[in-house]
């Protein structure tokens, strides 16, 4: 197996599209990840993988505790430049401090989490965390699949059938 056909295949994996955020010396940092997902309801824990090289890993073991934003549809332009290497990712993007980390005003959740462990993984590390506090909004969650940002769709035989 070559690394272009492990890609394809985790491309059809669709996945939330969540931007991870710290606070440290004044300064927001922040990156866009896909790898979020629920870990436990008692306690409630998720998991997050972070890469090993980014500064925002170094900042998260410093301070042990990050935000997640599970960005809406209407934030997929916050994604792409918090994906980026840039310096000023929240440049032009709407937040504010909650609990010390920085919020993304019109995401369609919140998280506030504290490191529970860290577990490493090639070149990235998964860490698994509680969750601190949570909050929803009415907004749609942006998803990840196939390369391309969209939403989630019910299928019209399940419409309303789950909730």
Known sequence: MDAHQFRDTMARVTGPVAIVTAHRDGTPHGTTVSSLASLSMSPAMITVALDNGSALLAIVRETGGFGVNVLSTGQHEAAVRFAS???????????????????????????????????????????????????????????????????????????????
């Open 85 to 163: 290497r840039r310096d000023d990712r929240f440049a032009g993007t709407a937040w504010e401090l909650v609990d010390g980390l920085p919020f993304l005003t019109g995401s369609s959740a919140w998280l506030r989490c504290e490191v529970s462990a860290e577990i490493p993984g090639g070149d990235h590390t998964l860490l698994l965390a509680t969750v601190r506090d949570c909050s929803t909004s009415d907004a749609t969650p942006l998803v990840y699949s196939r390369r391309t940002f969209g939403t989630h769709a019910a299928l019209p035989a399940l419409a309303g059938a789950a909730s």
